[in-house]
Each structure stands twice: as structure tokens, then as C-alpha cells.
């Protein structure tokens, strides 16, 4: 059995695997797709220290930089089940899609989130091109040119308020009557003189040259009539959903199903950690994902120096 199983390849599960590899403990990372998000990136401008990198130049050297230690990663293995330990100190096990399993003293989740997609025609082939999901990261990519932001809540109108400081227009685009944000941020939103909110809209199709965005089709619900607006860039912000089904009934979930966590990584079982985009942290991003994955690497080795000798 492993001393520590990470369950996820991502930045949170690469500094997770670094971290206890470096105290001399038996580590294993199974992994879906290691580099996780990072793989499906263009550009990355805010890896602090490195002015500019690829996601896939990136994922590349998170996975060269685990294997400079002994840690055992088991790639393309999608992990269905966590079955906890009986007994506290005892082993966790995880099975897996192919029905092999895997027994561990200390289990780190770390399987990321994914963001919710419109499922537009156009939206796939144009991911990148001018389609973004993360304002923190694509926002300056797009300065002084016209977005979009679909999505009304929270971070709908974050993104907006985000953006119209950095572009030239922003259009909301919500799809009810009405915004889900905050009032605050909705009043903040209307205060801006260069954003214009479109409720009752649904976005029906990404337009573009071949090579970028140029417009997006959106159909009025109220009159039925469709609308066609030029833009350079659209944000989809319906949703960022962490891929936690496997763990519902097993582990402490929020009510938007992101692990529980406290400030050490310690989730609601004994042993079993977790870090980056799949818990409740604030903020999804890469550096942040690589510091909670040490921290949860630091609390599973500061877990065993505890355990009684078996
Ligand atoms: P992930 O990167 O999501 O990794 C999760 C890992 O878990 C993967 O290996 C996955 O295959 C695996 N996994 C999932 N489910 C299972 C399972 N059941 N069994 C086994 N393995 C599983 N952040 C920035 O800081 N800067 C940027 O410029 C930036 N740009 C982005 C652009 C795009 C298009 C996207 C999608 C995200 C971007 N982000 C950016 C966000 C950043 O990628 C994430 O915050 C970060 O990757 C989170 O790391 P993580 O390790 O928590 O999760």
C-alpha cells in the first residue's frame, strides 16, 4: 500500500505528489489525465516567476518535475469509488474505473473542476480562439476589444465588472428575467457606462472567421427575434463544477458539491485531504491550486509522523 494516494494529475496533485515524495514516504498519484485543466490552456501569463508559458509546456514539466522523485503515477486511471478506512490509521482504498484498487494510509483529493459549457454550435472550435472561461487569467488578452460575458450570477457579474475596466465593451448576457448576483455587484455593474446587460437572452451560436471569435447569435425570449452582436471575446460563466459525483455520499460536500476543507487541507474524514479546485478554496487558479496541494501534501506527512506503529 501507498503512504499517501493522490487522486488527480493537476497542479494541486503534482505539488501535492513533490511535497511528500520530498519527506521519503511512499507516494502514488493516479491520475485521469495528468496536467489536468492546464493541458486544455493557450497561454499562461500568471505563473508568478514566469513571464509567459503553454499549458502543455507546463503539464509537461509539472510531470518531469515529480518524476525527478520515486513517486508511482498511474496515468489514464479514473478513480469510481473512495472506500474510508474502518478504523482510524487503518487503509483507505480507491477503486478504480477498471476495477483494480488501491490501498493507502492517507488519500489526497485533488480532481479539479471543470467549467460548464453554453453547448453552442461554435463554442468548441472557437475555445481559445476567443471563447475563455477565467476573466483572471484571458481578461488582458482582450483589451481595448469588445467581450461578452454570459451568465448572471456571482461570477457572471464579477467577470463584467472585471473586464469593462481592461476592454472597450462588455455585454451581460443572462438568460432569465433577472440577474442571480448579489445586489451590490449588480448595482456596481449598472454604474459602469461601458457594459449593457441583456436579460432574457439566450446565446445561441459563436460566430468567427475560421481563426477567432468575431460575434456570437443570441435569441431574444421575450420576442423570439435573434440578434447577432460583434465581438472579439466571450466569457462563459454558468458554472465551474468540481468533479466530486464520485465522492457524494462519502466525503463532506458543499451544497455546490466542492470538498470541504479546512485551512490544513483536513476534510471531513480522518486521514483523507484535499486541495485545488475541487474544495471550497476561494479562487481557482494554478498557483493557488500548486499552494493548497502542498499544504495538503505537508498535513497527510504530518498526519503519519502521528500514527501509531501498526
Ligand atoms: P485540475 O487541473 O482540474 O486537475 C484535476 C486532475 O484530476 C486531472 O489530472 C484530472 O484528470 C484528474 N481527475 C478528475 N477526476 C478524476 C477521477 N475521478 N479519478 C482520477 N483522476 C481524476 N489558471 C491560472 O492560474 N492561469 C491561467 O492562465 C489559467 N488559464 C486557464 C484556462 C483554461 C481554458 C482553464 C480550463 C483553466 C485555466 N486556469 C488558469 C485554471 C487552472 O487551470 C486551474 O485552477 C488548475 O488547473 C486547478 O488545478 P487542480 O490540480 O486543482 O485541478
Known amino acids: 500500500p501507498f503512504e499517501v494516494l493522490i487522486v488527480g494529475g493537476g497542479p494541486a496533485g503534482a505539488a501535492a505528489a513533490i ?18 485543466q492546464v493541458l486544455d490552456t493557450m497561454g499562461i501569463e500568471n505563473f508568478i516567476s514566469v513571464s509567459h508559458t503553454e499549458g502543455p509546456k507546463l503539464a509537461a514539466q509539472l510531470e518531469s518535475h515529480v518524476r525527478d522523485y520515486e513517486v508511482d503515477i498511474m496515468n489514464l486511471q479514473r478513480a469510481d469509488t473512495l472506500i474510508p478506512a474502518a478504523r482510524e490509521g487503518g487503509l483507505h482504498e480507491v477503486v478504480l ?21 453554453m453547448g453552442v454550435p461554435g463554442e468548441d472550435q472557437y475555445r481559445n480562439k476567443g471563447v475563455a472561461y477565467c476573466p483572471h487569467c484571458d481578461g488582458p488578452l482582450f483589451k481595448g476589444k469588445r467581450v461578452a460575458v454570459i451568465g448572471g450570477g456571482n461570477s457572471g457579474v464579477e467577470a463584467a465588472i472585471d473586464l469593462a475596466g481592461l476592454v472597450s465593451h462588455v455585454t451581460l448576457i443572462e438568460f432569465d428575467s433577472q440577474m442571480r448576483a448579489d445586489a451590490v455587484l449588480q448595482r456596481k455593474l449598472y454604474s459602469l457606462p461601458n457594459v449593457t446587460v441583456l436579460l432574457s437572452a439566450l446565446t445561441t451560436e459563436v460566430h468567427g472567421d475560421g481563426e477567432k471569435v468575431n460575434g456570437l447569435s443570441y435569441r431574444d425570449r421575450t420576442t423570439d427575434e435573434t440578434h447577432l452582436v460583434e465581438l472579439e471575446g466571450i466569457f462563459v460563466q454558468i458554472g465551474l463544477v468540481p468533479n466530486t459525483e464520485w465522492l457524494k455520499d462519502v466525503i463532506g460536500l ?7 476543507v479546512d485551512q490544513r487541507g483536513h476534510t471531513s474524514i480522518p486521514g483523507i485531504f484535499a486541495a485545488g479546485d475541487c474544495t471550497i478554496v476561494p479562487f481557482k487558479q494554478i498557483v493557488i491550486a500548486m499552494g493548497e496541494g502542498s499544504k495538503a501534501g505537508l498535513s497527510a506527512f504530518d498526519y503519519l509522523i502521528r500514527l501509531t506503529p501498526a
Do not use: C, D, H, M
Open 19 to 36: 511535497y511528500t515524495a520530498r519527506k521519503g514516504i511512499r507516494t502514488g498519484v493516479a491520475a485521469e489525465r495528468f496536467g489536468g
Open 97 to 117: 474505473e477498471n476495477g483494480a484498487s488501491l490501498k493507502a494510509k492517507t488519500v489526497i483529493l485533488s480532481t479539479g473542476a471543470r467549467w460548464r459549457q
Open 254 to 260: 458543499s451544497p455546490r458539491g466542492e470538498i470541504e
